[in-house]
């Protein structure tokens, strides 16, 4: 970019992604590998060829009937939520972003508790706001206490929670951002892709959203759905907040085709989670086997695992690589992070590590 006008804080920045290379086994970015049911898709193809019909006219742009049925999953989990409170976009990058241009922006703080999810402080900076890391324990926890004080110290416009947490799978416990809602002035985010994958035990953070206007819960159909090519990110949130983000959300930003597509996925949202516990059996599977190579791993809510115990991560990242196993090196001196997926993926990733480990370094 050398010689562009771009603003100052994008210099020496790079892009976000992991990288895009081939391998037999990519068990780099959480998606979910199973492949869409048959009756799914067959029933795509009849929506998107009705939807097909309506393309010279613009999408609904409030997306009232999609939002519907968020509303409908969303209250299967025992919290009532109503289509007002829902609102949608093109993954829950967007979602993020929206959030971050109402809430955020110039002049403006966000505060995350690092590491966590990567685009939480680029979308901050990319729109005009500052980014502060927030404290965690060693073992990847959040400590309530010093987190509060964090807050009540710095005055964030904005704080992200993710939970559970992208790469550590660490979930967040209900009375910590409840502690944490309470400290702050701000907008509270609990960035929540990974939920559907928790372990029982943890509640999501819808059951909190009562009575809590600064409360956002963001959600995407990107992993337990296995509909990472559909783009479809929704949040949760008192209805002024969905009525702040019209402020900023460019007119028919969700295509007929991204609609009548989700909404045929959440007619099939039995189906389509019906992979869940076979993904968590291979989670728990990895961390089960880890020790065994002398290797440690941090207790996972999400479908991946950050593992550790390595002298030189990026040496194993290569040499599972060499073995046709693409994991993610997420930058934590230490450790790598694989996704969970198929018990053919875990064989080949705990062949390939066992080989890398035993291998003379
Ligand atoms: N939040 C977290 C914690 C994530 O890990 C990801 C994707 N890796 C996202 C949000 C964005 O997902 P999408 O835009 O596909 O919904």
């Known amino acids: 970019m050398t010689g562009l006008p771009v603003r100052p804080e994008f210099e020496g920045r790079s892009p976000y992604g ?51 049925d968020l509303a409908t999953y969303l209250s299967r989990s025992g919290t009532a939520v109503t289509p007002d409170q829902v609102w949608a976009a093109n993954g829950s990058n967007e979602i993020l972003q929206q959030l971050s241009q109402v809430f955020g922006g110039a002049g403006r703080m966000a505060l995350g508790f690092t590491p966590s999810y990567s685009m939480h402080p680029l979308i901050t900076a990319s729109t005009g706001g500052t980014f502060v890391d927030g404290h965690r324990r060693a073992d990847f926890t959040i400590d309530p206490d010093a987190a509060v004080a964090q807050v009540r110290e710095l005055r964030p416009d904005v704080v992200f929670v993710t939970s559970p947490n992208n790469p550590t799978g660490t979930a967040v416990a209900l009375d910590t951002i409840t502690a944490l809602h309470d400290a702050t002035e701000g907008v509270l985010v609990v960035d929540e892709a990974y939920t559907e994958f928790a372990r029982p035990g943890t509640p999501s953070a819808l059951t909190l959203l009562e009575g809590r206007p600064r409360l956002v819960v963001s959600r995407t159909m990107s ?8 783009r479809l990110g929704y949040l949760a949130a008192d209805p002024a907040v969905v009525d702040a983000l019209q402020l900023v959300r460019l007119p028919y930003h969700l295509s007929s085709l991204t609609q009548a597509a989700a909404r045929t996925a959440l007619a099939h949202t039995d189906a389509l989670l019906a992979t869940v516990d076979a993904v968590k059996h291979e989670r728990d599977r990895i961390v089960a086997a880890l020790p065994g190579l002398g290797l440690t791993s941090v207790p996972s809510d999400a479908n991946f695992v950050l593992f550790g115990g390595f002298a030189d991560a990026p040496a194993v990242w290569q040499g599972l690589l060499d073995r046709g196993v693409l994991v993610r090196d997420v930058g934590l001196p230490g450790w790598l ?16 590590l066992g080989e890398v480990v035993a291998a003379p370094g």
Request: glycine residues 6%; without cysteine; aromatic residues 6%.
């Open 18 to 68: 992991a990288p895009q290379v081939p391998a037999a086994h990519r068990l780099n970015t959480n998606e979910n590998p199973y492949p869409l049911p048959d009756e799914l898709l067959a029933d795509l193809g009849a929506a998107l060829g009705a939807a097909a019909l309506e393309l010279n006219r613009y999408p609904d742009r409030d997306a009232l009937d999609l939002r519907a």
């Open 337 to 352: 992070r694989v996704t969970a997926g198929t018990p053919a993926e875990t064989d080949a990733f705990l062949t390939a």
């Open 223 to 230: 992993k337990a759905f296995g509909m990472a090519g559909l």
